[in-house]
Each structure stands twice: as structure tokens, then as C-alpha cells.
């Protein structure tokens, strides 16, 4: 790698708008911190970007420089994509610009926005979009992915809103991707991941909603397992695109809703959402309050938004996270079987297993029109091991329950959604992707990135260097 030195700093700093941090820097150590807290990486530098300018200078600079860059959206990768040892952070954390246009019922979002930006932005006018379920999460990472959610089943994954995009690419040039301009480049950006340039700016397309609906969690004791799932593989193979239903096997934490007597001891949850009329929804939904007496019944009418950060405190920031997923077709027997022994064993009282339900607006758009694959599966499972960072000896415990849990799974699995790889990332890219879908992901490499210079992410190599 070439070095830099101050003058190269200083010819840079004299007109970059943002923040660069240096590791001699105070703010340095907290610059460097991202979402999983497991992941401790230390860049030579990190460029927080104001605008689309300092985007293009840092990622000259980086060329220039033989920096390899790491680009930071919400920092949410588990992987720790997000940040580098000894290259560069490009960092979009500043920028989170955002704007409706209610006529058009669209939403502009910079790079560097949250799931709480297009939450709060878009409800302020009745409107959403699929977002995540944890309002930190990046929206920058989350879209090039695929982006799941609550509403996916009425309103597509968040890729099937997404209209245009502002891209800075691996030569610091900048341009537009939508269906009529770069179209190729805009089919990779819905579900390549970061592969293929810095992604600027998003535009959505909004659907009304809200701002309330009926939404939340119900939950009973994990010997209820078994038949909670049976009742989610049957209800959800024919249920309403208005319904979105999520599982979630954990420990039950010390919530004050939650019977003392169940603290600390599994349970499954069901997380219901219902995106249409609230009278409509509580007729529909009644069936799940009717497959076992519940310990925890809180589906009630509440604002999209509240809904939407319900899982904020349980996935806080610093805390360490490793996790493994598959995605899955419906819930056998034998799949409920493994789910429920290994949830009985879960090592860690913050650990969660969600298991999301695909269907609906999601399987209706083909694998060809955009980089995400297998949409006819009809769950995804994420094996979320986590742990207080003072929790050292039990890394290894936690860890090794998640990769056994991953691989009783394996015979059952149909590949795996790309934001919900880990340190498998660079192994399990290419199951992320059917067979036509890589061809076409790795000539654009090609074409758009041919030095790999966007490396630090669920890498898809250009074709002439696979
Ligand atoms: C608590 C939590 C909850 C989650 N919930 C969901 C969920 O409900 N649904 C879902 O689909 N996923 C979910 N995820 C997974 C999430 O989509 C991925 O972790 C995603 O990568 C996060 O994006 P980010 O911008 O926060 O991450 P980052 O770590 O900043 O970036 C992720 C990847 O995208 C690249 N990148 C970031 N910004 C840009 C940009 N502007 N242009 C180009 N490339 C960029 C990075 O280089 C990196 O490779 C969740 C993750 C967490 C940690």
C-alpha cells in the first residue's frame, strides 16, 4: 500500500465539507465503532462525507492513495462490512437529507439515512414503504440487499419501490440508475449489495398507510412451539397480503408485560402486522389468538412508527452479535423439529431466532427483474446469537450454538438472503444467487468495478478475475 502523509491530508481537507478522522484524532475510537460491537477494526482514515462531493473527492483520495475502502451506510452489517483495518472509511453517516414529494407520492433519501428517516418522513404524510424492522438499521445496506419487513407481503421488499438512485462509482464519477438511464446498473443495485458504487441518494415509491394499524406481539410458553409454527406455515400459505406474521423463539426478557414466572425461559412470539383497516385486520388475526392460550397478547391499534421501533431496545448498538441464516420453503415437521430442540438449548438470554414469512407482493415480481433470488421461498430464518461485550468467555458458547442450530438446518436450506450473511459472507455470496443472476451480477462487476476497488462487502468479484 502507498502511503500519505499531511500534506496529502491537507490537500484533501482544503476543500472537503465533512469531518476526516485520523486514529490521532479524540473522536477517533468512537468514529470506528459500528453496530456489532464484536468487530474491532482500526482505518487509517475515516472521511465523513457532507455530500456528494466529499463522496467523490474521498473515493479519488482513496484511489490515488492505495487505500482500500470500506463504505458505511447505518453500520449495521454483522460482518462489519462497514469498516476496514488500515484503509479507508468512506463514511455516509452525516448524510441523511430526505424529502416527499406527497403528490408523487415518492421519497428522496440520502445515503446515509436510517429506517427511522423513511418511517418518520414518509408517515408525516400518511405514506410508507417496507422498511426493516429495527429503525437503526441503514437504509442504504438494507435496499442494495433486498430489504424485508413488515409490510413486504402487501407492498413488495423495499427494492420493488425503489425508483432511481445516485450512484458515485469505483472512478469517483457520478450517475444516475433507474429504468431509463444505466438500467443495468439499476438491476444490480436492487439486490447486489454495495458491489457496484456508493449509492448517494434513493428514491422510493410510497404507498398510503396508517398512521395507525393494528400490530404487535402475542406469545406463549415454547411448549407451545410446535403448534404456533404448524399454525404459521398453514395460515401464512394462504393469508392476505395485508398480513405479515414473524416468529421470534428467545428467552423471555424481564419486560413487565411478560409473567415473572416466564422470565429467563423460552417462549415463542408471533409478530403480527396487519397493513389495511384495523376492523378488517382484528377478524383476520383473531385465529391466532385462538392456537393457544397466550402469555402475551399486545396486537392492538398503534402508529406504524411505534411499531416499527419495537425491537430497537432488544438489537441496541455495542453490544456483541454473531448470526447465521438460511432461507427456508414451508416449515416441515422436521424443520419445526430443529428449531424448537435448538431454541430450547439458546445459550445467551439476548440471543433471537426471527423467522420472516415471504408470499404475497414479494413472490408475485420475478427472480429475473431484479438481483434478489428466490422469492417463492416461504420463510427466511436468522440465527441471532448476542451477548454483553463483558460476556468474553461465552463467545465461544454462543458462537458454536449458532453453527450447529445453522447447520441442523443445512439439508432444508434454499440459499440465504445476502444482508443476513456474516463472517460467511465471503463463502455464502454466491449461494445469495441463482445461477443467472451471478452471470449477470459478476459481468457487471465487470463493467462498472473491474478492479474489485468495492471489496469490503458480500463480494462479487468481476467475471475475468473469478
Ligand atoms: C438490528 C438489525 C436489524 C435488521 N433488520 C433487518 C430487516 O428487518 N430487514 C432486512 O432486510 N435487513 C435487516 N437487517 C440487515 C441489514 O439489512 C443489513 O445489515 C444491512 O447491510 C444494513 O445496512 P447498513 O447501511 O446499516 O449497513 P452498513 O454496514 O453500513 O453497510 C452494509 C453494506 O452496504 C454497503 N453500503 C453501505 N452504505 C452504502 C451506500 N450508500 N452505497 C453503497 N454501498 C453501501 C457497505 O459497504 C456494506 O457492504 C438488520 C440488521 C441489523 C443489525
Same mark, same amino acid.
Given at each position: 500500500?502507498?502511503?500519505?502523509?499531511?500534506?496529502?491530508?491537507?490537500?484533501?481537507? +482544503?476543500?472537503?465539507?465533512?469531518?476526516?478522522?485520523?486514529?490521532? *484524532?479524540?473522536?477517533?475510537?468512537?468514529?470506528?465503532?459500528?453496530?456489532?460491537?464484536? #468487530?474491532?477494526?482500526?482505518?487509517? $482514515?475515516?472521511?465523513?462525507? +457532507?455530500?456528494?462531493?466529499?463522496? #467523490?473527492?474521498?473515493?479519488?483520495?482513496?484511489?490515488?492513495?492505495?487505500?482500500?475502502?470500506?463504505?458505511?451506510?447505518?453500520?449495521?452489517?454483522? /460482518?462489519?462490512?462497514? #469498516?476496514?483495518?488500515?484503509?479507508?472509511?468512506?463514511?455516509?453517516?452525516?448524510?441523511?437529507?430526505?424529502?416527499?414529494?406527497?403528490? /408523487?407520492?415518492?421519497?428522496?433519501?440520502?445515503?446515509?439515512?436510517?429506517?427511522?428517516? $423513511?418511517?418518520?418522513?414518509?408517515?408525516?404524510?400518511?405514506?410508507?414503504?417496507?422498511?426493516?424492522?429495527?429503525?437503526?438499521?441503514?437504509?442504504?445496506?438494507?435496499? $442494495?440487499?433486498?430489504?424485508?419487513?413488515?409490510?413486504?407481503?402487501?407492498?413488495?421488499?423495499?427494492? @420493488? !419501490?425503489?425508483?432511481?438512485? *445516485?450512484?458515485?462509482?469505483?472512478?469517483?464519477?457520478?450517475?444516475?440508475?433507474?429504468?431509463?438511464?444505466?438500467?443495468?446498473?439499476?438491476?444490480?443495485?436492487?439486490?447486489?449489495?454495495?458491489?457496484?458504487?456508493?449509492?448517494?441518494?434513493?428514491?422510493?415509491?410510497?404507498?398510503?398507510?396508517?398512521? +395507525?394499524?393494528? !400490530?404487535?406481539? #402475542?406469545?406463549?410458553?415454547? %411448549? @407451545?412451539?410446535?403448534?404456533?409454527?404448524?399454525?404459521?406455515?398453514?395460515?401464512?400459505?394462504?393469508?392476505?397480503?395485508?398480513?405479515?406474521?414473524?416468529?421470534?423463539?428467545?428467552?423471555?426478557?424481564?419486560?413487565?408485560?411478560?409473567?415473572? %414466572?416466564?422470565?429467563?425461559?423460552?417462549?415463542?412470539?408471533?409478530?403480527?402486522?396487519?397493513?389495511?383497516?384495523?376492523?378488517?385486520?382484528?377478524?383476520?388475526?383473531?385465529?391466532?389468538?385462538?392456537?393457544?392460550?397466550?402469555?402475551? @397478547?399486545?396486537? !392492538?391499534?398503534?402508529?406504524?412508527?411505534?411499531?416499527? =421501533?419495537?425491537?430497537?431496545?432488544?438489537?441496541?448498538?455495542?453490544?456483541?452479535?454473531?448470526?447465521?441464516?438460511?432461507?427456508?420453503?414451508?416449515?416441515?415437521?422436521?424443520?419445526?423439529?430443529?428449531?424448537?430442540?435448538?431454541?430450547?438449548?439458546?445459550? +445467551?438470554?439476548?440471543?433471537?431466532?426471527?423467522?420472516?414469512?415471504?408470499?404475497?407482493?414479494?413472490?408475485?415480481?420475478?427472480?429475473?427483474?431484479? %438481483?434478489?433470488?428466490?422469492?417463492?421461498?416461504?420463510?427466511?430464518?436468522?440465527?441471532? %446469537?448476542?451477548?454483553?461485550?463483558? *460476556?468474553?468467555?461465552?463467545?465461544?458458547?454462543?458462537?458454536?450454538?449458532?453453527? =450447529?442450530?445453522?447447520?441442523?438446518?443445512?439439508?432444508?436450506?434454499?440459499?440465504?438472503?445476502?444482508?443476513?450473511?456474516?463472517?460467511?459472507?465471503?463463502?455464502?455470496?454466491? !449461494?445469495?444467487?441463482?445461477?443467472?443472476?451471478?452471470?449477470?451480477?459478476?459481468?457487471?462487476?465487470?463493467?462498472?468495478?473491474?478492479?474489485?476497488?468495492?471489496?469490503?462487502?458480500?463480494?462479487?468479484?468481476?467475471?475475468?478475475?473469478?
Amino acid at each position: 500500500m502507498k502511503s500519505f502523509d499531511k500534506a496529502a491530508i491537507s490537500a484533501l481537507a +482544503s476543500d472537503f465539507q465533512g469531518l476526516l478522522i485520523l486514529p490521532e *484524532d479524540p473522536t477517533y475510537n468512537a468514529a470506528r465503532q459500528i453496530w456489532n460491537g464484536h #468487530i474491532q477494526r482500526r482505518p487509517r $482514515l475515516i472521511a465523513r462525507c +457532507s455530500g456528494v462531493a466529499d463522496v #467523490i473527492a474521498a473515493v479519488r483520495f482513496g484511489r490515488e492513495h492505495g487505500l482500500n475502502p470500506s463504505v458505511r451506510g447505518g453500520g449495521h452489517a454483522v /460482518a462489519g462490512h462497514a #469498516i476496514c483495518d488500515d484503509g479507508l472509511v468512506i463514511d455516509l453517516s452525516m448524510m441523511t437529507g430526505s424529502r416527499v414529494d406527497p403528490l /408523487a407520492r415518492t421519497i428522496q433519501l440520502d445515503g446515509g439515512c436510517l429506517n427511522a428517516h $423513511l418511517d418518520r418522513e414518509s408517515q408525516a404524510f400518511g405514506l410508507a414503504a417496507t422498511g426493516g424492522i429495527v429503525s437503526h438499521t441503514g437504509i442504504a445496506g438494507l435496499t $442494495l440487499g433486498g430489504g424485508i419487513g413488515h409490510l413486504m407481503r402487501k407492498f413488495g421488499l423495499t427494492i @420493488d !419501490a425503489l425508483r432511481s438512485c *445516485d450512484v458515485v462509482t469505483a472512478e469517483g464519477d457520478f450517475l444516475v440508475a433507474n429504468e431509463r438511464e444505466n438500467s443495468d446498473l439499476y438491476w444490480g443495485l436492487r439486490g447486489g449489495g454495495g458491489n457496484f458504487g456508493i449509492v448517494t441518494n434513493f428514491t422510493f415509491e410510497l404507498q398510503a398507510l396508517g398512521p +395507525s394499524i393494528l !400490530a404487535g406481539m #402475542i406469545a406463549w410458553p415454547m %411448549a @407451545d412451539a410446535p403448534r404456533v409454527l404448524r399454525f404459521l406455515r398453514e395460515f401464512m400459505a394462504d393469508a392476505p397480503d395485508e398480513v405479515g406474521i414473524m416468529a421470534n423463539l428467545r428467552l423471555a426478557p424481564p419486560l413487565p408485560v411478560i409473567p415473572a %414466572a416466564l422470565h429467563g425461559k423460552p417462549i415463542v412470539a408471533l409478530i403480527a402486522t396487519y397493513a389495511g383497516q384495523i376492523d378488517e385486520g382484528e377478524a383476520i388475526l383473531q385465529p391466532i389468538r385462538e392456537i393457544a392460550t397466550p402469555v402475551v @397478547d399486545a396486537i !392492538a391499534p398503534r402508529p406504524y412508527v411505534t411499531h416499527q =421501533k419495537m425491537f430497537d431496545a432488544a438489537m441496541p448498538h455495542g453490544r456483541h452479535y454473531y448470526w447465521k441464516s438460511h432461507k427456508l420453503g414451508p416449515l416441515t415437521d422436521e424443520v419445526i423439529d430443529i428449531v424448537v430442540e435448538h431454541c430450547e438449548q439458546i445459550t +445467551s438470554p439476548l440471543s433471537t431466532v426471527p423467522i420472516f414469512s415471504f408470499g404475497g407482493a414479494v413472490a408475485r415480481v420475478s427472480d429475473e427483474a431484479t %438481483a434478489f433470488p428466490y422469492r417463492d421461498a416461504a420463510h427466511d430464518i436468522n440465527i441471532v %446469537a448476542a451477548w454483553h461485550p463483558e *460476556d468474553v468467555g461465552g463467545a465461544e458458547r454462543h458462537i458454536d450454538w449458532t453453527r =450447529k442450530f445453522f447447520d441442523a438446518l443445512k439439508p432444508h436450506s434454499r440459499g440465504v438472503y445476502v444482508n443476513f450473511t456474516s463472517d460467511d459472507a465471503a463463502d455464502r455470496v454466491r !449461494a445469495a444467487y441463482s445461477e443467472q443472476q451471478w452471470r449477470r451480477l459478476t459481468a457487471l462487476k465487470a463493467k462498472y468495478d473491474p478492479t474489485n476497488y468495492f471489496r469490503m462487502n458480500a463480494n462479487i468479484a468481476p467475471h475475468d478475475r473469478t
